[in-house]
């Protein structure tokens, strides 16, 4: 077996639910597979950003908007904790 089929091996490997879960139970990366969601607990899942209940709260960022008010937000934030 070659480099590159090798590589692609341990990606189709990484990407099985039952690894994703085994992974995302011992660290807070949640699972980018849906399906690693039947391997873990509930009170885990709850704590993990892609859980289904977590996830329908999930907004995609604005680079927009960030690049437009990264300052103000910035100074904002830093007032706030020297309060």
């Given at each position: ?15 099985q ?17 849906t ?49």
């Open positions: 077996m070659g480099r590159a089929a090798s590589r692609r091996k341990f990606i189709r490997f990484c990407l639910p039952e690894q994703q879960a085994l992974y995302s139970n011992h660290v807070a990366n949640a699972p980018t597979n399906k690693a969601f039947d391997f873990i607990s509930p009170g885990r899942a709850t704590r993990l950003a892609t859980s289904p209940t977590n996830i329908a709260h999930i907004h995609p960022r604005d680079d927009f908007w960030w690049s437009e008010n990264r300052k103000a937000v910035a100074e904002r934030f830093a007032k706030w904790l020297l309060s």
